[in-house]
């Protein structure tokens, strides 16, 4: 399913991950959700700092994979509302001009969230209409790695492809989205193949004591 999404693309291979990069990629996923392997995110940090990346290159890739968490609401979201209406709640109705205002002051026309209401149709009205303030929290806890730009956009791009890919993940509608902006920020099939072969060995999640 994810080889065959690579496969069928037309991409030039560009270069492969650099040392930092690829350290950075590894911390990732590591520390991501479906690992959280205490031992393999500890080698990792050294490894990345052994490469050269910062502090805040460091905590910035953390912050990115942190967010794997909101995937929860983006299958969830829509699922309530039509139970909900099953279940006899009244959960349906025009949006209300405080959601207009909302939607507009969020999504504004924004491809990005264009794409991802197109990949997870429904979500983003949904949860506007369950939780104003968890549709607020929510841009506002995803964005925090993409405003302080101490990894290239494009890694940060890869590392959230690769979260996805993982065999403890495989969520194919942020796959899609990242693997997109990914290549459309330069990314080539070396760079993308690697990525999906630190996915495919992502340290197993062990207890956590």
């Known amino acids: 399913m994810?080889?065959?999404?690579?496969?069928?693309?037309?991409?030039?291979?560009?270069?492969?991950?650099?040392?930092?990069?690829?350290?950075?990629?590894?911390?990732?996923?590591?520390?991501?959700?479906?690992?959280?392997?205490?031992?393999?995110?500890?080698?990792?940090?050294q490894e990345a700092f052994g490469a050269g990346c910062t502090p805040d290159q460091v905590q910035e890739i953390i912050s990115v994979v942190s967010s794997l968490g909101v995937h929860s609401l983006m299958v969830t979201a829509a699922a309530i509302l039509k139970r909900a209406r099953e279940a006899g709640h009244d959960v349906d109705g025009p949006p209300t001009e405080f959601e207009e205002r909302k939607w507009a002051e969020r999504i504004r026309g924004d491809p990005f969230w264009s794409a991802m209401n197109h990949e997870l149709p429904g979500f983003l009205?949904?949860?506007?209409?369950?939780?104003p303030k968890q549709?607020?929290?929510?841009?506002?806890?995803?964005?925090?790695?993409?405003?302080?730009r101490f990894v290239k956009a494009q890694i940060k791009e890869l590392l959230a492809m690769a979260c996805d890919a993982t065999p403890a993940h495989v969520f194919m509608p942020g796959f899609r989205l990242h693997l997109?902006?990914?290549?459309?920020?330069?990314?080539?099939?070396?760079?993308?193949?690697?990525?999906l072969a630190l996915a495919s060995a992502a340290p197993p999640h062990v207890a956590i004591e």
């Open 2 to 45: 994810i080889r065959g999404a690579i496969d069928a693309l037309s991409i030039e291979d560009g270069p492969a991950l650099s040392c930092q990069e690829r350290a950075l990629i590894k911390l990732g996923l590591a520390a991501s959700v479906t690992s959280l392997n205490i031992r393999a995110i500890d080698l990792a940090i």
């Open 135 to 148: 549709f607020d929290a929510f841009f506002d806890y995803c964005a925090v790695p993409w405003k302080s």
């Open 125 to 131: 009205r949904s949860l506007l209409r369950l939780s």
């Open 180 to 195: 997109t902006n990914a290549i459309k920020l330069g990314a080539g099939r070396r760079a993308i193949d690697e990525c």
